[in-house]
Structures are given as C-alpha cells and as structure tokens.
C-alpha cells in the first residue's frame, strides 16, 4: 500500500450511523470529508472537521456539481480511496406517522429520490476516476425497508433503498473494470436518535437477537468493506440487523 493517507467521502455524517463511520475511519487514520445539509457539528471531535466539511444539500442537483469540484479540489494527490454513501431522508407524516402512496406527495417522492437515489449515482459518477486512482471502494447504505413492507418506513424511503440495492449491483458490474468495488450494507433497526415510537417492541417480536443494533457494528462493517481484508468482494449487500431478515 502507498505510503499516504487514504481519505473518504462521507455523506450523512453528524448523527448515527454516519457519526459512528465518520470517528471508525478517523481512529484509523484516514482523513475524513464530510458532506452534509448542515454546518460541521461541534459533536463530531474528529481532527480537522471543519476544514474537511462541504456543507451540501444533496438533493438540489443543479449545485451537486459545484459540490463534486469542491471535492475534487480537497484531494491533494486526485486519489479518493472510498466513497460512502450514508445520507438519506426518511418523511414522516403527523406525530412520526408512516407516510404510504396515498399519503405523499409528488414533490415529495421527488425529493426523497433526489437525496436518497439518484444523488448517488450522480456523486459515483463525478468521483469515479478519483476512486478509480486509489483502486477505491464505494460502499452504499441501504435498509432492511428495501425488502419488506417496513411498519415505520414510508414509501418513498422503501422504495428508494430496494433502487439503491439494484443501483449496487450495476455500479459494481460497471466500475470493477476500472479497479472500483462496489457494495452495500442493509442495517435493520438501529439504536439512533430518530427511532421511530415502538421501535423497540417490534424488536423484541421480529429481531432474534431481541436487541437493537448498535451505529458502530454497522460503521465497522463498512469500515471492513473499504479495507483490504474485503478486496475480492463486490456487488454484495450485507444485512446488519440480528436476524430480522430470516
């Protein structure tokens, strides 16, 4: 390996899972570009936080590509050894509500695709002779809703995920030719923040380990997939979610 830092985008890196995969990487030495709606948190304590945040609505496509240069320009060898996609907007209707097909609205199914789907194609796409320099990896987050009618996740999120499992497998057939791996991790339910009211008594019914998922045993599988120990995977999915799947 090169003597030299590797360095990954992150999208969705203040809270949860993309908190806990932003400090996995930095203990390790990798230096961290964070992308976000928001400004840098004080919260996230990783060295040169700051400096390395683009402050970036990724659904608002028409300044994606301004984003991607910003981006290009803070990789001081035109190297980026992984690219994780972890942002994504879930809508919820009145008191956290699931919000089904008859509930949401067209602007808003357009706005859930814009951040959850096709923004990643778009980021993949603007970075992939960086990545393709590093021989880097591109790990997307996908969601146990992407499967399965979710009684918290709404429609629009659901469907996003299953499109961002396919949209796995076709980046990984068309970037492997040029040194890229491509993979997805699917969390079930996560001990975060944003848990949904009952979160926790469907768990102890449909998850067989009966216990929430912690951030950091998702953040270290992908920590797993962007090392060396997974160099001949690709166009998987790994599901993180205590068994919820079977």
């Known amino acids: 390996m090169e003597n030299r830092q590797r360095i990954l985008v992150l999208t969705g890196a203040s809270r949860g899972i993309g908190h806990a995969t932003a400090r996995i990487f930095a203990d390790d030495g990798w230096r961290v570009l964070t992308v976000s709606r928001q400004g840098f948190s004080p919260r996230c304590p990783w060295i040169a936080g700051p400096q390395d945040h683009l402050q970036l609505d990724l659904g608002d496509l028409e300044n994606l590509e301004r984003g991607l240069e910003e981006m290009r320009a ?7 050894d992984a690219l994780i996609n972890n942002a994504a907007i879930s809508p919820k209707g009145p008191e956290g509500s699931r919000m089904g097909v008859m509930a949401t609205p067209a602007a808003l199914w357009e706005q ?3 951040v959850n789907l096709l923004s990643v194609a778009l980021l993949a796409k603007g970075l992939a002779a960086e ?5 880097g990896s591109i790990v997307n987050v996908t ?10 996740a709404g429609v629009a999120y659901a469907t996003c995920k299953a499109g961002l499992a396919t949209l796995t497998r076709e980046m990984a057939a ?3 030719p040029m040194g890229i791996r491509v993979n997805a991790i699917s ?3 996560i001990d975060t923040a944003i848990l ?7 768990v102890e019914k449909q998850v067989p380990m009966r216990r929430l998922g912690r951030p950091e045993e998702v953040a270290n599988t992908i920590h797993f997939l962007c090392s060396p120990a997974a160099s001949y995977i690709n166009g998987a999915e790994l599901h993180i979610n205590g068994g919820q799947h079977v």
């Not at 990545?131 to 021989?135: Q, V």
């Not at 969601?143 to 918290?152: L, N």
Request: aromatic share 10%; no cysteine.
């Open 131 to 135: 990545l393709s320099a590093a021989g």
């Open 143 to 152: 969601s146990i809703a992407g499967s399965r009618v979710h009684p918290f």
């Open 112 to 114: 859930v695709f814009r």
């Open 196 to 202: 949904s009211p009952g979160t926790r008594a469907y």
């Open 174 to 176: 068309e970037f492997a």
């Open 187 to 189: 969390p079930g339910e």
């Open 74 to 80: 803070r990789l001081p060898d035109g190297k980026l």
